[in-house]
């Protein structure tokens, strides 16, 4: 078999969680994923895989190989790219990260346009919330939230990331219309399920920050059930305008607190610094930049009104 097939097979099996994924990905049969494994298996002399009927995990052989097998194949990769980049054309595999809510919403819907212009550009988009340092992980691209902590990454800015405080017409004809910060206090909100999580909200207002303690009636580990509870009639949630944009301006959901907004957090598209972007990277981090970048929401943003 050719080993270098085995490797590109035995990594995209780790990353995809199972045989039959990446059989599929392949276009092969499970049976003949799992010679690929155990050719490779045959040339090390030990198991890359602990498998039971439910669920797979390396082996300590494995988790070593797998973290070599991804730096060759990025590295045979950029070999395969030099003649492309020489041409200034985009090819090959693009793998990006990017968070849960802006990659669902935004990020995936806009991939058609880029796919238009380059398509010969495949991409693997990951949407995850949790803390992956995605060099180590071999993604090409990120996108990140927050106060950037690494500052070996390029990084160039895109717009703020903005939320909004709002509630269902339902909710709000039931418990009434919350007119100043604090009478969030007399309401049930809905957050975050984290350990980390404040039930403080924050929002600047004309005369500067204000901090709300709010009652948490239900908090999730996600913000589409967030944004589900919402539209439930459940409570007042603060969220990325992003993730509620379209229920805003179809009036599911009512903004509120016109005067006081959370903090807008900065965004990030981050790419290595140890070596020139292939064209890509570059075609991709300039699209990003482009549609995301500037000084505009991310959605469009409506007045409170009265319920």
């Not at 009478?183 to 909100?189: F, G, K, M, R």
């Not at 239900?218 to 509620?244: C, D, F, V, Y």
Request: proline share 6%; hydrophobic share 45%.
């Amino acid at each position: 078999m050719d080993r270098l097939e085995s490797m590109t097979i035995f990594v995209r099996v780790v990353e995809r969680g199972s045989f039959a994924a990446a059989a599929e990905e392949f276009r092969l049969t499970g049976t003949m994923v799992g010679h690929h494994i155990r050719a490779l298996e045959t040339l090390l002399g030990g198991r890359l895989l602990n498998r039971t009927t439910r669920r797979q995990s390396l082996t300590e052989l494995g988790q070593h190989y797998y973290e070599r097998c991804r730096r060759i194949l990025a590295d045979v990769a950029d070999a395969e790219a030099i003649g492309a980049e020489l041409h200034g054309e985009a090819r090959g595999r693009l793998r990006v990260l990017t968070p849960v809510s802006f990659g669902v919403h935004a990020l995936a819907p806009a991939c058609v346009d880029y796919r238009a212009a380059h398509p010969d550009v495949a991409i693997d988009l990951v949407v995850s919330d949790q803390s992956i340092d995605f060099v180590d992980e071999g993604f090409d691209v990120a996108v990140r939230i927050g106060e950037l902590a690494n500052s070996s990454m390029v990084a160039r800015a895109l717009r703020p990331y903005r939320s909004v405080v709002c509630a269902s017409p339902g909710y709000l004809e039931r418990h009434g219309v919350p007119v100043a910060p604090n009478d969030l206090t007399q309401h049930s909100c809905l957050g975050f399920a984290h350990p980390v999580a404040s039930r403080n909200w924050r929002l600047q207002g004309p005369e500067g920050e204000v901090v709300v303690p709010v009652s948490l009636s239900l908090t999730a580990n996600n913000g589409e059930a967030l944004r589900m509870a919402a539209l439930s009639g459940l409570g007042i949630i603060m969220q990325p305008e992003i993730l509620l944009g379209d229920d805003l301006r179809a009036g599911r959901l009512v903004p509120l607190l016109p005067d006081y907004a959370p903090h807008a957090r900065p965004m990030h598209v981050l790419t290595a610094a140890d070596r020139k972007p292939p064209p890509k990277i570059r075609t991709f981090v300039d699209f990003i930049v482009e549609r995301f970048g500037g000084r505009a929401p991310l959605a469009r943003k409506r007045r409170s009104a009265g319920v």
